[in-house]
């Protein structure tokens, strides 16, 4: 009996820390870039103005400890409107918004270059999928969120 108890502390220790590193968030699974913040209802009437479409947005945040390459990365809503990430990396700790509208991209804000409205002011999902469809990160609202999601 002492012997198979010497040998089932370790295992079960093994176990554990096994369990520990499976069982991560799905966030860190996927890389650690995470839907941080929509904002599905843009300010003012949706009068479909580059300003209004511009209004609305998604923020993503890199949660790791790395700068991760976003190219070829989808962003899309249920509609399967899509915005596919051109080679654009994300630094360690930082945030970066995708806007519906059109603008000149920088390192903090992309733009879908759309002439009408992406996110749904009802309900509506946004989905954040790697180039091989792997999916990051998803965050949902409904009309108890007034204008804007935190995720």
């Not at 820390?17 to 003012?44: C, E, K, M, N």
């Not at 080679?87 to 002439?115: A, E, L, P």
């Not at 996110?119 to 204008?147: E, F, H, I, Q, Y």
Request: with cysteine; charged share 20%.
């Amino acid at each position: 009996m002492r012997i198979r108890a010497a040998f089932a502390v370790p295992a079960l220790a093994g176990a554990l820390a096994l369990t520990g590193s499976v069982l991560s968030t799905p966030a860190q699974a996927a890389g650690g870039v995470v839907i941080r913040h929509v904002w599905f209802d843009s300010p003012g009437s949706d009068n479909g103005s580059n300003l209004s479409l511009n209004g609305e947005w998604v923020e993503i945040k890199n949660t790791s400890g790395a700068a991760i390459s976003l190219k070829g990365w989808i962003l899309k809503d249920k509609a399967n409107h899509r915005y596919v990430f051109p080679n654009v990396r994300i630094g360690k700790g930082k945030t970066m918004k995708v806007k519906t509208g059109v603008g000149r991209d920088t390192t903090v804000n992309k733009y879908q270059d759309r002439s009408w409205y992406v996110w749904n002011n009802t309900s509506d999902t946004a989905t954040l999928t790697k180039a091989n469809g792997a999916k990051v990160d998803a965050c949902s609202w409904t009309t108890a969120n007034p204008s804007d999601k935190w995720c």
